[in-house]
């Protein structure tokens, strides 16, 4: 999961008009047979390990979750997507006569010339006017990044702090940025999952997930979240004689190094998009803190941006570099009010409290120019340095929140397929 998140306040409850219909009288999940589910499944999903974007553990996890849809008596299609990737081998910092290491560059690594050439500027803390023309910005505070981006520089680097008094001196020289790596074409898989009642009507709802993980088992991210898909999937299809519209279950591949599969997947589903409901995803839901859905409220303009058509079937982020193009985050867009609302009401009626979010960083963003109402779970607290390292394992995962997303999530599903509703 990328984290780029905001907090508001707790959602207020407010009166809605939404009610059941009779033959969607879904009844609430049994606690006992849910968690054991997801449980399971969260324990499989560790077990295999690192689950790295187009790897052959990622391809394991892809296997493991069509075989477990296709138990449920779901519609399965596994569907495949093919990614530029890029690894950096070294990358050496010239100023003047001195060398650095960075830890983090943001640059075009799909550009054909890997030496870069700028004034070195060190932007702790970022300078109020910022302009990045001609200029390499030099930081050791990685949440700058975004502001740095978007003020179009030659690169951002990002140092250690052991450096960071000695290359301050250095601000104002020219500086040279000589970048060694490898490209590489990958192979990644998307799996999608269809319940479709027999007396099917109305708009599709969509639920998603992310199966890859990096730098760690990903326990919390994201097995937590995949095995609260597949245990809904279960619930959900047990009960498909009180569902009136078609649910689908997504599976991503590739959400760390880009949102490739969710980009992947509107590409290939556009034309279908207009017949959803709601996109609902899930993403890290695993901690032990307050549940948050990304609910952001109107900027005014709710236009996101569109990723450049060379970089849509690109890698976008490795281990230790960011693609330097300011639109891979669509961030404008605004929860419709019938959302808020069905949120507000399925709050008050589970008795889970949840906290409204913006922005957060996950494959729900790919949706963002579709039209489709979308929004994604993530359970706090943020800033959790376990997540994207080795120690991201399921002693770490609080289960009690997985069942309590998993009610929360059914809540909703059952307020937006009901014929009452108007999305």
């Known amino acids: 999961m990328r984290k780029i998140l905001f907090i508001l306040p707790l959602i207020a409850v407010l009166a809605v008009s939404y009610v ?73 910092l010239h100023i ?56 179009n520089p030659v690169a951002v680097a990002f140092v250690d702090t052991k450096d960071s008094e000695a290359i301050r001196e250095l601000s104002g020289q020219q500086a040279r940025l000589e970048i060694t790596g490898e490209s590489s074409h990958l192979h990644s898989s998307n799996v999608v999952a269809s319940l479709i009642p027999e007396h099917s009507q109305g708009k599709e ?46 599976a991503f591949g590739s959400e760390e190094v880009g949102m490739l599969g969710s980009r992947a997947y509107v590409e ?42 060379q970089f849509r079937h690109k890698q976008l982020g490795g281990k230790n570099w960011l693609l330097l193009e300011p639109s891979v985050m669509p961030i404008n867009y605004a929860a419709p009010e019938w959302l808020l609302d069905v949120v507000s009401t399925c709050s008050k009626e589970t008795g889970i409290s949840v906290r409204a979010a913006s922005y957060s960083g996950s494959d729900h963003m790919s949706f963002a120019n579709s039209g489709l109402p979308i929004t994604s779970v993530v359970v706090g607290p943020l800033g959790d340095s376990k997540i994207h390292t080795p120690e991201d394992t399921i002693d770490k995962v609080n289960i009690e929140n997985l069942t309590k997303v998993g009610r929360l999530v059914a809540a909703i599903v059952k307020h937006v397929m009901s014929p009452t509703a108007n999305p």
């Open 268 to 309: 290939h589903h556009s034309g279908e998009l207009s017949n959803c409901r709601l996109l609902c995803n899930l993403d890290t839901v695993g901690r032990g803190g307050d549940i948050m859905m990304d609910l952001p409220k109107s900027s005014g303009n709710t236009a996101a941006m569109e990723l450049p058509a």
């Open 20 to 92: 059941y219909a009779d033959h969607a009288d879904l009844q609430d999940i049994s606690q006992p047979n849910f968690t054991d589910c997801a449980e399971m499944h969260l324990k499989s999903l560790t077990f295999l390990g690192i689950r790295d974007a187009g790897s052959e553990r990622e391809n394991k996890a892809i296997d493991y979750i069509s075989r477990q849809f296709k138990q449920i008596g779901l519609q399965v299609s596994v569907e495949p997507f093919e990614f530029e990737s890029y690894e950096i081998k070294q990358a050496i």
């Open 205 to 250: 709802i969509l639920l998603s997930a992310h199966l890859d993980s990096v730098g760690g088992p990903g326990a919390n991210d994201n097995a937590s979240g995949v095995a609260v898909l597949l245990a809904l999937a279960q619930y959900l299809s047990d009960n498909r004689s009180y569902i009136p519209c078609p649910i689908r279950f997504i």
């Open 96 to 151: 003047g006569k001195h060398q650095f290491t960075p830890s983090l560059l943001v640059f075009n690594p799909y550009a054909s010339s890997k030496e870069l050439i700028g004034q070195a500027v060190w932007a702790t803390p970022i300078p109020e006017k910022v302009n990045g023309a001609g200029k390499i910005f030099l930081s050791d505070t990685r949440n700058n990044f975004i502001r740095l981006m978007l003020a």
